[in-house]
C-alpha cells in the first residue's frame, strides 16, 4: 500500500472531515428530491436501521461482552447512525432509478468508513492508516548478540555521572524486531523497540529496561511510548530507558488473559522468558531488577501487575495504565468455563489481588494509574493499589481528569508512571 496513504491522518485530519461531509450529503441526496409518499419509506428505514443498531449494541456489549470495557456513549452514537443510514440505503432501491440506487451503494460505503473513522477518532489509539490496520511503519532491524558487561559496584547514580555529548540526537528512534519464542514457542507479532537519545551514541551507557504492553485488540506499537519518553529525555540529558513493546497476544482478536495455556499458547513464558533473555543479549541494559519494569495499558497492564506479582525476582517495579483487575475480567464466566474448566479456585489462584497476599515486595516500585471517568478501571486501579500496599510495594496511585478508557489515559498514566520511575531507575535526582 502506497506509504502516503498509510501515514494519512485520520483521528483530525482532513480525511475525516470529508468523509463526515460525505455522508451529511449522501444522507441528504438519499432523502430529499422524492415526493413526500416516497420519502417516508426510507426516513421509516432509517429508524428501524438505528434501532437494529441499538439491539446489537444491547447484545454485543451488554449480554456477551464483546468489547471488554464498556464502551462510550460517542461510540454508541456513531454505531447508531451507521446502522440508521444503511437502512436509509437499503429502502433507497424501492421503487427508484438506476443512478439512486448506485448512489445508495455509495452512501453504504461511506456511512461504514465514517462510523469506523469517528469511532477510531474517540479512542485516538491508532492515528494512521497504517495504524486501524495493525501496520507499523517503524523500520525493521537485527541487533547482532552483544557481550553482557560486568556491573562496576558502587558507582554514583547514572544521572549524576552521565554527561550528554555534544552529538546527541534531539529524539529517540523506534523500530521493529521479531523475539524469537525460543523457550515459549509462541506466536507474537514483531516488537516496538524504543532506543532513547542516550542510547544512540557512540559509547552508549547501560540502561533500564521496560518491557511494556498494549491493550487487547492492539498492537505493539512503540509510538505512544517514543512520544511520552523523548519529553522526558529532552529534559534529561537524553537519559530514558530503552524499551520493547511486546506483543502478549499474538492473535490481537483473542484475550489470552496473559496465561500459558494448551487454548492460547505460552505468552506469559514469552514476555518473562523470551523477551527478558533477549533483551539480556542484544541490549545495553542495567542487569538488575531495580531497573526492570514491567508495563502495560488495559490488558496489557493486567499483564504486568500479573507479572510482577508473580516474578519479583525479575521485576523490580510495575505501571498499570487502566488494567484489568484479574484476567479475562471483562467476561469471567466464559473464561472461567473455557480457561479453567469450571474451576473457581484455580481462576482465584491467578487474580493478581490473591497472588500479592502470598508473599511481601519489600523493593519493588508500583504506579496504577486510571482515569476520573472510566469507573470500572477506576475501581480496579484502587482495588489493586491497595492490595500492591498490603503486600508491601511502594505505590504511587494516580487519578488521570477525564482521559476515559481512551489515548487519554494512556498518555496521562505514561506521564504519571514516569514521574515517579524516573528517580527510581537513576534517571533524575530525587
Known amino acids: ?244 513493546v511486546a506483543d502478549q497476544l499474538g492473535n490481537p482478536a483473542v484475550d489470552n488473559l496473559c496465561l500459558d495455556s494448551p487454548l492460547h499458547g505460552r505468552p506469559e513464558t514469552f514476555i518473562n522468558r523470551d523477551v527478558v533473555d533477549w533483551a539480556r543479549g542484544h541490549l545495553h541494559i542495567i542487569d538488575d531488577r531495580k531497573y526492570w519494569t514491567i508495563a502495560g495499558y488495559s490488558h496489557g497492564g493486567q499483564c504486568a501487575i500479573s507479572f510482577a506479582a508473580k516474578y519479583p525476582s525479575v521485576w523490580g517495579n510495575v505501571l498499570d495504565i487502566s488494567g484489568e483487575e484479574y484476567p479475562g475480567a471483562e467476561d469471567p464466566e466464559t473464561n472461567l468455563r473455557e480457561m479453567f474448566g469450571g474451576s473457581q479456585a484455580a481462576y482465584d489462584a491467578e487474580k493478581p489481588a490473591n497472588i500479592l497476599t502470598q508473599r511481601k515486595y519489600p523493593d519493588t516500585t508500583a504506579i496504577f494509574t486510571a482515569s476520573t471517568d472510566d469507573p470500572v478501571y477506576l475501581e480496579a486501579a484502587r482495588h489493586l493499589s491497595a492490595a500492591a500496599t498490603a503486600a508491601g510495594m511502594t505505590v504511587t496511585y494516580h487519578e488521570v481528569p477525564n482521559g476515559g478508557h481512551v489515548i487519554g489515559a494512556l498518555n496521562g498514566g505514561l506521564s504519571a508512571g514516569f514521574d515517579v520511575l524516573y528517580p527510581r531507575l537513576e534517571l533524575s535526582g530525587p
Not at 33 to 47: D, I, Q, T, Y
Not at 84 to 89: D, N, P, R, S
Request: charged share 15%; with cysteine; proline share 10%.
Open 1 to 244: 500500500m502506497d506509504s502516503f496513504l498509510l501515514t494519512l491522518n485520520i483521528v483530525d485530519g482532513p480525511l475525516i472531515l470529508t468523509f463526515y461531509a460525505l455522508s451529511v450529503g449522501c444522507a441528504v441526496a438519499l432523502l430529499l428530491g422524492r415526493r413526500l409518499r416516497l420519502l417516508v419509506f426510507p426516513a421509516k428505514a432509517g429508524v428501524v436501521g438505528a434501532a437494529v443498531g441499538a439491539a446489537v449494541l444491547i447484545v454485543s456489549e451488554g449480554l456477551i461482552h464483546a468489547f471488554g470495557s464498556p464502551l462510550g456513549w460517542q461510540v454508541r452514537l456513531w454505531v447508531i447512525a451507521c446502522f440508521a443510514g444503511l437502512g436509509i440505503c437499503a429502502a433507497s432501491f424501492r421503487r427508484s432509478r438506476p443512478w439512486r440506487k448506485a448512489l445508495a451503494c455509495a452512501a453504504a460505503v461511506v456511512f461504514a468508513v465514517t462510523a469506523v473513522l469517528g469511532v477510531n477518532a474517540h479512542y485516538g489509539l491508532h492515528p494512521t492508516v497504517a495504524s486501524l490496520l495493525g501496520i507499523s511503519l517503524a523500520p525493521r532491524i537485527e541487533l547482532d548478540p552483544i557481550k553482557p558487561r560486568i556491573p562496576t559496584k558502587h558507582q554514583a547514580p547514572l544521572w549524576e555521572r552521565w554527561k550528554a555529548p555534544e552529538q546527541l540526537p534531539p529524539e529517540g528512534t523506534a523500530a521493529q524486531v521479531a523475539i524469537p519464542p525460543t523457550v515459549s514457542g509462541f506466536a507474537s507479532r514483531p516488537a516496538g523497540l524504543y532506543l532513547p537519545p542516550a542510547a544512540l551514541v557512540a559509547d552508549p551507557p547501560a540502561l533500564p529496561l521496560v518491557v511494556f504492553m498494549m491493550g487487547q485488540p492492539g498492537n505493539p506499537d512503540p509510538q505512544y511510548v517514543k512520544t511520552a519518553l523523548d519529553d522526558f529525555a529532552a529534559r534529561h540529558d537524553g537519559l530514558a530507558p530503552i524499551v520493547i
